[in-house]
């Protein structure tokens, strides 16, 4: 679904209206800008990519990861053909890389259908996706607000978050 214009604005005002200090945050941050990340999967490897290593490391194993899946796209099925020593090759710990093969697994037969997650209500989504191993709430909660546009999810527990309002 969309981010719709009247839905954000209306978001956005009632933070401001409600909070004072998201009303703050909202004046200092500017003009929402976000744009949804529409390859699920992608994201979903992304996020996993980045666990516990620095922004530049992780795009550096995602780009070698995009390499070695030659002439194939980033997919479960793209995953799935390569071994568990190619992957390691692009810079992936093997906890990383049982991460990547439970995620595919699980696209693949359909334990986890992305292409229907976005209708399922915020805690079924999350629910569903925290059965992958190397997903918890946070990266759940992550994907709901940057690929599927859910305005209503708040990372509470997020403590660089919390510091931070």
């Known amino acids: 679904m969309p981010l719709k214009q009247v839905h954000i604005e209306t978001a956005i005002e009632h933070l401001r209206r409600v909070d004072p200090v998201m009303a703050d945050l909202i004046h200092k941050a500017g003009p929402f800008t976000l744009k949804l990340n529409r390859n699920r999967f992608g994201m979903l490897v992304r996020s996993i990519l980045s666990q516990q290593i620095s922004t530049k490391a992780a795009r550096a194993i995602r780009l070698r ?48 259908r992305l ?42 527990d997020d403590l660089i978050v919390r510091s931070s309002i």
């Open 65 to 112: 990861l995009d390499q070695l899946l030659l002439p194939d796209p980033l997919s479960a099925a793209a995953i799935a053909r390569v071994t568990d020593e190619q992957l390691r090759s692009v810079g992936l710990s093997s906890q990383k890389v049982s991460y990547l093969r439970d995620l595919s697994s699980r696209v693949l037969d359909n334990r986890l």
């Open 115 to 156: 292409d229907r997650i976005g209708r399922l209500p915020d805690e079924a989504a999350i629910e569903h996706l925290i059965q992958v191993h190397g997903i918890g709430r946070w990266t759940a909660q992550m994907f709901l607000i940057f690929s599927l546009g859910r305005l209503d999810v708040f990372p509470h």
